[in-house]
């Protein structure tokens, strides 16, 4: 084997596949993380490239503009992009869900007091005679699933999401800050952004995912449209590459080394403590709630990486519901490419039978 080739699936590849993938500091960009740090990208023939970005507006841009080949997404942007919804219309698709949970509603640590002995029903009252309206809440994008729990959980308080709040648009890491500072009463948001408020004691936690919409599609890989239309055996293979990272992740047994990677490598600017709160466990609620991190955050148990139709189905059903898509408009189009997973899926099954499972 000459330098600069692997071997993979018993094919020799050039490693010379340059991939450059898009992504935000949360939790869940771990799969990707993993996949860099563990050589993973490597071991499949790529020579990847992760790009930070400040927020999913860039993203989206970089992705309409091909300045990304692939990066991680919101679980709604595969239809804004192919809809034209607010957005140049691009023919993206995706063929893999990072992860599935992850998300929690917090509070200014303000409201703690009023309402920590009411019971759920009575929150909106409260809420709406204590501090008038409109309330202003943080979302990182209208065509996120935490824009999609918020909405739930606002309606299940008894407030009007349409009247009652003002939504401002924040990127992740901001929203923290914002709550500190007092300009947001409360912020639906991916990890590590919720454990930062409760640590700072500026905040407190009131929903997670588990409450809301139990293993609801979280994060996508999005691929641009030369991977959709061009470069298919590029696809799987990264595809493949991500349900070993995916599943490295998600064992209880690499839950303490995956904070450590992500903290000591810098992806996440955070203390340890931070990360291990969500990742490992219990994740504090309130109440003497805890949730355990195997739960918190799915990587790969229970088929989560399949984009398969169920998934995608609940993504167009919370469009339709908060005004974002007309069901007319989809005319049974699906963005969610299952034939691209199958045959990574198959890829990375015929390798396990020959090789040891990767450890690191």
């Not at 599935?100 to 409201?111: D, E, H, M, P, Q």
């Not at 009463?185 to 588990?210: M, Q, R």
């Not at 994060?219 to 959709?228: D, E, G, P, S």
Request: hydrophobic share 40%.
């Amino acid at each position: 084997m000459k330098r600069g080739e692997v071997t993979q699936g018993g094919r020799t590849l050039r490693i010379g596949s340059k991939i450059t993938v898009g992504y935000i500091p949360l939790i869940d960009c771990a799969p990707l993380v993993v996949a860099l740090e563990m050589g993973l990208f490597k071991k499949w023939g790529f020579d990847v490239q992760l790009s930070p970005e400040p927020g999913w507006a860039t993203i989206r841009g970089k992705i309409v503009y091909e300045e990304l080949d692939f990066a991680q997404a919101v679980c709604g942007l595969p239809l804004v992009l192919n809809y034209g919804l607010k957005s140049i219309p691009c023919r993206c698709s995706t063929a893999f869900v990072l992860n599935l949970n992850g998300n929690a509603i917090t509070l200014s640590k303000k409201y703690s007091s009023i309402l920590e002995n009411e019971s759920l029903e009575n929150y909106g009252r409260i809420l709406k005679a204590t501090s008038g309206l409109p309330l202003l809440f943080g979302v990182a994008s209208t065509f996120s699933s935490h824009y999609f729990l918020l909405r739930r959980w606002l309606q299940k308080i008894g407030l009007n999401p349409q009247k009652d709040i003002r939504f401002v648009p924040l990127p992740p890491p901001q929203m923290p800050i914002h709550l500190k500072e007092g300009f947001i009463d409360g912020f639906c948001v991916g990890e590590p952004w919720n454990s930062v408020s409760l640590f700072e004691k500026t905040g407190y936690c009131v929903a997670t995912s588990l409450d809301l919409a139990p293993r609801h599609p979280e994060k996508v890989l999005l691929a641009n449209a030369k991977y959709k239309e061009r470069k298919r055996e590029e696809h799987i293979r990264i595809v493949g590459c991500l349900i070993e990272a995916c599943q490295w992740a998600d064992s209880p047994l690499n839950r303490q080394a995956l904070a450590e990677m992500l903290h000591y490598g810098g992806w996440i600017a955070q203390p340890l403590e931070v990360l291990q709160h969500s990742l490992i466990g219990p994740f504090r609620m309130g109440k003497n709630i805890f949730i355990p991190g195997q739960a918190f955050h799915v990587f790969s148990q229970g088929n989560a990486n399949s984009p398969s139709k169920e998934k995608e189905q609940w993504i167009v059903n919370e469009m339709v519901d908060a005004g974002l898509l007309k069901r007319e408009e989809r005319k049974n189009r699906s963005f969610f490419d299952t034939e691209i997973y199958k045959q990574a899926e198959k890829i990375v099954a015929q390798q396990k039978a020959n090789t040891l499972p990767i450890s690191i």
